[in-house]
């Protein structure tokens, strides 16, 4: 009778092992809950730092096609197939100084990406040869030191540039579109003049293809018109 009376007091093996299973399977199911949480809040996290990484991107564009200011012997803009160029005021202060922006895709660790590089300020013509020629070169070939005056924006894989000229949007590189720009000074340590942007499109079209897979994907259409032409930024 006592050995009856211990044994109904406590647990047989099988039912502690009943109760260790399902504690350990309630256990896994809490984990993968937790676990579909988290990589939910990546996901979201991930695609919420790629628009706003691609929405800085496009206002700082939008900014510096609106910052234009093109000085005798140099496009306002120039695209060779690969990265484009262009001379801007520093600030909304005339006689503030000109600093020439470039803007590429390249590959960095196998992926593509949107990056803008921009000068330090310049004030002679001197100063603005030997930066829009190191704009040319950090398109093609970047050095370590250009490096360091870049920013890398968003993931991108290709990206196309279109101008807007006589009522149509054509490939820069074309013949059609091509306009001389004016003759250089013969003084290069001369202060900069004034503004003229007489070479600079109506519009500039890019269209940017984002990657497949990844956070934010598709083809981005953004157009620029001269603010002297639609009487206001696009």
Not at 38 to 49: G, I, K, L, S, Y
Not at 155 to 178: H, K, M, T, V
Request: proline share 8%.
């Amino acid at each position: 009778m006592t050995a009856l009376r211990h044994r109904m007091c406590g647990f047989t093996l099988i039912e502690l092992l009943v109760a260790i299973g399902v504690m350990a399977l309630m256990a896994g199911l809490t984990w993968r809950g937790l676990d579909g949480i988290a990589r939910t809040q990546e996901r979201v996290q991930a695609r919420a730092d790629s628009l706003l990484g691609l929405q800085a991107g496009l206002a700082q564009w939008t900014a510096d096609l609106d910052a234009i200011q093109q000085a005798p012997g140099f496009d306002g803009v120039d695209w060779d197939g690969r990265a484009l160029r262009l001379t801007r005021n520093t600030s909304q202060e005339q006689g503030s100084g000109l600093v020439v922006v470039a803007w590429t895709r390249r590959d960095i660790n196998g992926t593509g990406h949107w990056i803008r590089w921009q000068s330090p300020p310049v004030s002679t013509r001197e100063q603005l040869q030997g930066a829009w020629s190191r704009a040319a070169q950090w398109g093609q070939n970047p050095g370590e030191s250009d490096k360091r005056f870049e920013i890398v924006l968003t993931p991108l894989q290709e990206w196309r540039i279109f101008y807007f000229r006589g009522d149509a949007w054509s490939n820069p590189l074309s013949s059609d579109s091509a306009v001389p720009p004016p003759p250089p000074s013969a003084q290069p340590n001369a202060a900069l003049p004034g503004p003229r942007v007489s070479n600079v499109p109506e519009g500039i079209r890019v269209v940017l293809t984002l990657p497949p897979g990844g956070p934010v994907a598709g083809t981005l259409t953004r157009d620029w018109i001269k603010p002297t032409v639609g009487g206001g930024k696009s």
